[in-house]
């Protein structure tokens, strides 16, 4: 529906001032641009002036024509000449002087200012006090409410979660029915916080939760309640909540609550620096010591950061249950994709399953991006359906980047990436890591990559041994061990291998307890359970003596690597060479050839 046009006297007042400026700078456009004094002059002295009329600093006349009916008029600019007088009488010219009033003028140069600056404060100031008004209204929350029509979302759009779909199923039915956890004198928790890496879909279940019971849906990012002004922020908090509790039933999703939830004291610049997001979170913590959820608003909200998050946001009646959403499993894979591939033209040959298994670790949105990425792969080739190959040039592409064929490397260089990567494939099969080596390659990808070995697991891993750790530490440095076994000397080649293989031996040696040196003590305390990265920046627990130990344990455990790769590859050296002059042939080799030359040469 249109809104109804108001008569806005701001902006009539801000116009007419516009026009009375303008007429007074234009001025009449239809006068005759005036001539010279001196024309003026000659035009008296050959008896060619009519009539004259002498007003303020200016002379205006008509001048003798034949035509009566169209006199010719001119004007001029008034000069101080004393015997202006006796030549008009001396000529027979008519002539009088007016008097000009400068009343308006004068009153014009005090008024417009006057009318522009009431105009000013009327659109600014007098806008304040009003709640409706786009402008200074800084304490309205910015919350989007979808309504029911407007929320499609059900559970089954969101596959890969089983059981956070289990425990929010409550949510639902006490949303269409709140009498029934009344009945036993139970109550519903305060908050519910989701909790899980990025892309795991918690937007999407918090979606689903008010598609499923038809209500209003909240939805807001923890964000847009920092504000510059102190104050400003809170304000929007209550805001919220009223609004909220007036379309009852309703859902209030809070997403990034880690941006308005950070743990108070954390800010070693001084208390007053973050005076204004302390002051937000106090009134949130307020409104949920307050809150009832028996009034039909549920308050949900999420995070893949909860070890930064306040402990009083955390504690029982408020956000008193968490729901941790982690990466799917193969099976959950497997149904993410069946989702997303449900408007794509797919091969009836295509097995969901097997890119399952070479997507370990991929979030849902990962999954998503992956099968938009195989359409385009299919789109470009000209393909009627997605293929296999498809898929597979995809993940390639989403984990190495983009193939640079236009990066032509030497032969020489191309022998020795050849032989840093079987190397990688050598050690993964004779290790028996529970993976398969998928592909081995030695096209350049990226920005660094010159060549890539891709492996997938058998299945889904939640735990790992010490030896298999080991074991994948060999298989990082076989990419070394090979060039130094077949060119009896080492590249740049290796960097993210060793990057890669000295975070894992660290941590071995400081999070799992895998160091006889050290003991179970664990040195790493500050890592995020969902991102490999630290979180704080605070100073080593631990004194320099055990920080030495720590390097010598990591460097032991990749020493004691290395060796077990350069063993490996030694005793499966024909394998490697043959898998070598195979691959600088092809460039590209499959699981199925490298497994036939496994099963010939090992």
Request: charged fraction near 25%; glycine fraction near 8%; proline fraction near 4%.
């Amino acid at each position: 529906m249109t809104p109804q046009t108001r008569f806005n006297p701001a902006v009539f007042i801000f116009l007419l001032g516009i026009l009375l400026l303008g007429r007074s700078l234009l001025g009449d456009n239809k006068e005759t641009p005036p001539i010279p004094y001196s024309q003026f002059l000659i035009y008296l002295k050959d008896l060619k002036v009519e009539s004259v009329v002498i007003s303020g600093d200016t002379i205006q006349g008509t001048l003798k024509t034949l035509d009566k009916s169209k006199p010719e008029h001119f004007s001029t600019l008034k000069v101080e000449d004393p015997t202006l007088t006796p030549q008009l009488a001396q000529a027979g010219v008519r002539f009088e002087s007016v008097h000009e009033s400068t009343f308006f003028k004068d009153t014009f140069a005090w008024v417009f200012p006057l009318i522009l600056m009431a105009g000013f404060w009327w659109f600014i100031f007098g806008r304040m006090n009003r709640p409706q008004g786009p402008l200074m209204n800084y304490g309205k929350s910015k919350a989007k409410i979808y309504v029911e029509h407007d929320l499609k979302t059900r559970f089954s759009d969101a596959a890969g979660t089983d059981e956070a779909k289990a425990e929010l199923q409550e949510l639902v039915d006490f949303l269409k029915d709140p009498s029934k956890f009344n009945r036993l004198g139970g109550r519903l928790p305060t908050g519910f916080l989701l909790v899980g890496p990025p892309g795991t879909g918690k937007t999407l279940l918090a979606r689903a939760i008010a598609g499923e019971a038809n209500v209003a849906f909240f939805s807001i990012n923890g964000s847009e309640f920092v504000e510059m002004f102190v104050g400003l922020g809170a304000a929007r908090v209550r805001d919220l909540f009223e609004q909220a509790r007036e379309h009852s039933p309703c859902i209030i999703f809070i997403d990034e609550l880690d941006a308005l939830g950070k743990a108070r004291g954390l800010n070693e610049m001084g208390s007053g620096a973050n005076d204004e997001k302390e002051q937000t979170l106090n009134q949130l913590l307020a409104e949920l010591d307050g809150f009832d959820p028996s009034t039909g608003v549920i308050l949900l909200a999420a995070t893949n950061r909860p070890e930064v998050l306040d402990p009083a946001l955390l504690r029982s009646g408020r956000f008193d249950r968490q729901i941790v959403i982690d990466k799917p499993d193969r099976k959950g894979r497997t149904e993410i994709l069946r989702i997303h591939l449900k408007k794509v033209s797919i091969d009836p040959d295509l097995s969901l399953d097997s890119i399952a298994g070479l997507t370990a670790g991929f979030s849902g949105a990962d999954l998503e991006n992956l099968a938009n990425e195989a359409a385009i792969v299919a789109t470009r080739r000209g393909a009627q359906t997605v293929e296999q190959k498809d898929f597979t040039a995809a993940i390639e592409r989403i984990i190495g980047g983009l193939e640079r064929k236009s990066r032509i490397l030497s032969g020489e260089e191309k022998k020795r990436v050849a032989y840093h990567e079987m190397g990688h494939a050598t050690a993964s099969l004779a290790l028996e890591l529970g993976e398969t080596v998928h592909k081995v390659s030695v096209i350049p990808r990226g920005v660094g990559a010159l060549g890539y070995t891709m492996r997938r697991p058998t299945e889904d891993r939640y735990l790992v041994s010490k030896q298999e750790l080991e074991a994948k530490l060999a298989v990082l440095l076989a990419g070394r061990a090979s060039e130094a076994v077949f060119f009896s000397d080492i590249s740049t080649g290796a960097a993210d291998d060793l990057d890669k293989a000295t975070d894992i031996a660290r941590s071995m040696v400081t999070r799992f307890g895998m160091s006889e040196t050290l003991g179970l003590e664990t040195f790493d305390r500050e890592t995020s359970p969902f991102l490999n990265q630290r979180v704080l920046s605070r100073s080593h627990d631990y004194s320099e003596h055990t920080s030495q130990i720590i390097d010598q344990e990591t460097h032991q455990l990749i020493s004691t690597a290395y060796r077990l790769a350069l063993k490996t590859l030694k005793s499966h050296s024909k394998f490697l060479e043959e898998s070598v002059r195979a691959l600088l042939s092809k460039e590209t080799l499959e699981e199925h050839e490298l497994k036939e030359l496994w099963a010939h040469y090992s």
